[in-house]
């Protein structure tokens, strides 16, 4: 077996100075070494979507990538959206209010896709959150609904704080 090797990144605004075997995808980091379920393991080959974290801001898929690969990035999962008192975020709740969400498992690849999203384009148009969500795949709602819930977003954002954006300060 490989030595350990050591990586210090930013995972939903915490520190980690940690060993990782090489071979150790970072899907399996977040949920097996730092307890982050919220990121789903789906089809593992990078094409589904249901994996999906914000590395360093832009939209990963987090089962392609080797933890050790990541020393001093910055990484966002689902679990950095809803205040630490549980009051979901504004993407989360336009997408329960709007019915953008069946089974669930692949929600959270949407939700970062969205927060990607409305962190460069606030107000999108249905065309902008088509493009933005089409390495999601969903095979429960047809996708209207997920892209009705994402323009909701923006304007709850908007509506809520002019000045805010989906990123952490969010």
């Known amino acids: 077996m490989p030595d350990k090797v050591r990586i210090r990144l930013v995972v939903n605004d915490v520190a980690h100075d ?11 980091f977040l949920r097996d070494e730092l307890a982050l379920t919220g990121t789903h393991a789906g089809c593992e080959q990078g094409v589904c979507g249901a994996c999906t974290v914000l590395l360093d801001g832009r939209t990963t898929r987090s089962c392609l990538l080797f933890a ?7 990484i966002r999962t689902v679990e950095s959206l ?6 979901l975020h504004p993407i989360q709740r ?3 209010e709007n019915h ?9 690849g949407m939700l970062m896709s969205a927060c990607e999203l409305l962190d460069r384009t606030p ?5 902008d959150v088509r493009e933005s969500i089409s390495g999601n795949l969903c095979r429960c709602t047809g996708y209207q ?3 009705r819930s994402v323009c909701a977003a923006g304007r709850l954002v908007a509506a809520e704080n002019p000045n805010a954006t989906t990123g952490a300060d969010a």
């Open 18 to 28: 940690t060993l990782v075997e090489p071979r150790t995808l970072l899907v399996d």
């Open 68 to 74: 050790a690969q990541l020393d001093g990035t910055s």
């Open 82 to 87: 809803a205040a630490p008192d549980g009051t």
């Open 94 to 96: 336009a997408f329960v």
């Open 100 to 108: 953008g969400l069946q089974c669930g498992f692949c929600t959270s």
């Open 123 to 127: 107000l999108p148009e249905p065309a």
């Open 145 to 147: 609904n997920i892209v």
